[in-house]
C-alpha cells in the first residue's frame, strides 16, 4: 500500500456537506471513493452494504462522521472476504495488502470545530491527528497493534483482526481502549470512517464486503 496517512485525513474533512446518523452508519450514501493511484483503483458499490473489488490495485471509500457521533467508543460490523490475498507483513511499507480495513480517524475535542472544513494544505504536517486501522489481512496474532510504516510516527496504527484468507465474520471492538493501546493519550473524538482494500503489492484479487456498522 503505496499512500500515506495524511491523504486519508484529508479525504475525509473535505466532505463538507454529508453527515452520518447516529448508531447504524449507512453505506447507501454519504460515501465517496478516493483514488489512491492514477492507474487503477478498486470498485466499490455502495448499498445496504459496502462491496469491493479489487484487481492489483488500492483506493480508499470514505465520508465523515456528524459530531452527534464524535464521542463515539465503541464499534461493530460483519464483513465477508470471498477472494483473499496471500499474507503478507502489515508493518511493511510498500508490501502489506490486506483484503479489507476499517479505518476510524481521531482528533483532540478541542481542536475538532476548527478542522470541520480543513482543506488538504492546513491538515497535512497536523500532528494531533490519530487513525486506527483495523485490518483483515497479513498472518498476525488477533490484536496486535502495528504501527503504521506511513506517515508521521505515532499518528497511525493497524491492529490485526483476522488473518488473510476468506470467511465471514462478526466484529466488535472497544475503539476507547484500543486507542489508549496505541497511543497512550487521552482519547480524541471521531471525525472518520474510511474502508479500504489493498491488493497492489501482490497482484491479486480482493472480493469482500462490510454491512451492519454500528457507532456507540
Known sequence: MKFSTLPVLTMLFALQTTALSAGPVSFAEG??????SL?????YKFASNLSLVSES???????RVAQGDWKSTRASWNWTVEQ????????QKG??????????VFVPENIAPKLRDANIRSLLGNDDVRIIQYAWG???????????????DGQGVTIALRQAGT?????????AKDYGRAF???????????????SDDTNSVIRAAIENLHLG
Open 31 to 36: 460515501w465517496r471513493e478516493q483514488r489512491l
Open 39 to 43: 492507474f487503477s483503483s478498486n470498485e
Open 57 to 63: 490495485a488500492v483506493s480508499i471509500a470514505w465520508t
Open 84 to 91: 483473499s490475498v496471500p499474507a503478507t507483513n502489515l508493518a
Open 95 to 104: 508490501g502489506d495488502d490486506r483484503n479489507i480495513s476499517l479505518y476510524f
Open 138 to 152: 497479513g498472518g498476525h496474532t488477533r490484536g496486535q497493534v502495528i504501527p503504521s510504516p506511513y506517515g508521521p
Open 167 to 175: 470467511g465471514s465474520y462478526n466484529e466488535s471492538v472497544d475503539l
Open 184 to 198: 497512550g493519550d487521552e482519547n480524541g473524538v471521531l471525525v472518520g470512517l474510511a474502508v479500504s482494500g489493498d
